[in-house]
């Protein structure tokens, strides 16, 4: 949506998406999320920055170069989250896989669509019904959720200057509103 509504006002975006915003990438994707077998934290820590390293290699930093914007749905944050307070991996190992992988390019502005744990359990309880479809992630528990909201909390409190966090415990459009509004005026 956010897309949309910057390309209407002539803006020129680019948007993607992590895992999968590559050929490579959607492979990727595929292979990880959507197998039911049992996959290690440690290569679930590897594929996602393998995922990422080729995503910023062949298609954000190109349309950087092009004086694109780039807006991306998850980044790096996301492992620091995921794999690293939700896997139990440590900070520095987390941090040093992800600077590997996007080669310390970090965005300029972060959104956090945060809501509560049990509204985004809710919510991905309705992925099927919604035609979206379920992964492998979707069956992590509530303390797994918990423990990387938290995670996110944490990059808030540590890079106040790029993150900021967004209610979404309300309804898409209200979520949208608010969203135009800051990167509007993020924007100038």
């Known amino acids: 949506m956010l897309t949309g509504d910057l390309r209407q006002r002539g803006i020129d975006v680019i948007s993607t998406h992590e895992p999968g915003g590559t050929p490579l990438g959607r492979r990727l994707r595929e292979a990880f999320l959507e197998t039911e077998e049992t996959v290690a934290p440690i290569a679930e820590l590897l594929l996602f920055a393998a995922d990422r390293a080729q995503h910023v290699e062949f298609l954000i930093k ?58 985004a359990l809710q919510r991905m309880g309705t992925r099927d019904e919604n035609g979206k479809g379920r992964n492998r992630m979707d069956a992590e528990s509530g303390d797994f959720y918990a ?42």
Do not use: H, W
């Open 147 to 188: 423990n990387v909201r938290r995670a996110y909390l944490k990059i808030s409190e540590t890079e106040p200057d790029r993150f900021i966090i967004i209610d979404a415990n309300g309804s898409i459009e209200e979520t949208r509103a608010k969203v135009v509004e800051l990167v509007t005026k993020f924007l100038g």
């Open 62 to 119: 190109p349309a950087l170069a092009e004086g694109r914007i780039v807006i991306s749905d998850r980044y790096a944050d996301a492992t620091f989250a995921y794999q690293g307070a939700g896997r139990g991996f440590p900070e520095s190992t987390v941090n040093e896989i992800i600077k590997l992988a996007t080669g310390g390019l970090k965005p300029d502005l972060t959104l956090f669509f945060d809501i509560s744990v049990e509204n």
